[in-house]
């Protein structure tokens, strides 16, 4: 029987890789995208392109408004977007977000009876979001399985993240290997409405060092 899996993708880089990783796996894909009120839809059109490129068995988009309680530079117009490098936890985090998105996601996996959802979080490159360290996924497959019908009926729930000990050049080579089409993909926090990057955020340097250092041609659009 195969085995179902729902897979968030944003649109960036790193999901798109997880979903490829996912189907490479025998995983029947249920992609799950977020409108929460970030600064630009170019990302959904990316999700949208790269479910179909990877044949999801459905790709639900679901709306929050993330933006009503602000607080990031991601979700509030008020706040820049840093372009340069700073301490400690970035103004582009996103309270409690990736709580929420597996918390939906987990809620989806209860209605059609999926044991594992799939989510690119990274404690390597990355931009020191609390929301994406190993402890964080740990605690949530915890209560994953305390709060649910199935985790109490003893179908266990899996939080996977297989993208969590590697670098972006890791997760670049091992996309491209699995047939990743990246030109499709937007990883920049303030991307134009043709999904053209800044080339100065924290996504976009961590996108172009990763191609960098893993020798392969960035094929992303720069504003």
Excluded at 37 to 58: D, F, I, N, Y
Excluded at 62 to 67: G, H, I, K, P, S
Excluded at 168 to 183: F, R, S, W
Aim: charged share 25%.
């Amino acid at each position: 029987m195969t085995k179902k899996a729902i897979v968030l993708v944003s649109g960036g880089l790193d999901s798109a890789t997880v979903l490829a990783m996912a189907k490479a796996q025998g995983f029947e894909c249920y992609a799950l995208s977020f409108n929460y009120g970030q600064r630009h839809t170019s990302e959904l059109q990316a999700a949208q392109r790269v479910a179909q490129q990877m044949g999801v068995k459905e790709h639900k988009v679901v709306t929050l408004n993330l933006d009503d309680i602000g607080g990031s530079a991601l979700t509030d117009d008020s706040i820049d977007v840093p372009e340069e490098e700073s301490d400690g936890i970035p103004v582009t985090y996103v309270p409690a977000r990736n709580t929420v998105f597996l918390s939906i996601a987990l809620g989806w996996a209860e209605v059609i009876e999926a044991q594992d959802i799939c989510i690119g979080v990274n404690a390597v490159d990355y931009s020191g979001y609390p929301d994406c360290r190993p402890e964080f996924i740990e605690a949530f497959e915890r209560m994953a399985n305390l709060a649910t019908k199935m985790g109490v009926e003893g179908q266990k729930i899996t939080i996977n993240t297989p993208l969590m000990k590697l670098s972006k050049a890791d997760i670049v080579t091992e996309g491209t290997e699995l047939g990743v089409n990246y030109a499709d993909t937007v990883s920049c926090y303030q991307a134009d409405d043709d999904g053209r990057a800044c080339a100065k955020c924290d996504a976009c340097r961590l996108r172009q060092v990763g191609f960098e250092q893993a020798g392969l041609v960035d094929p992303t659009r720069y504003q």
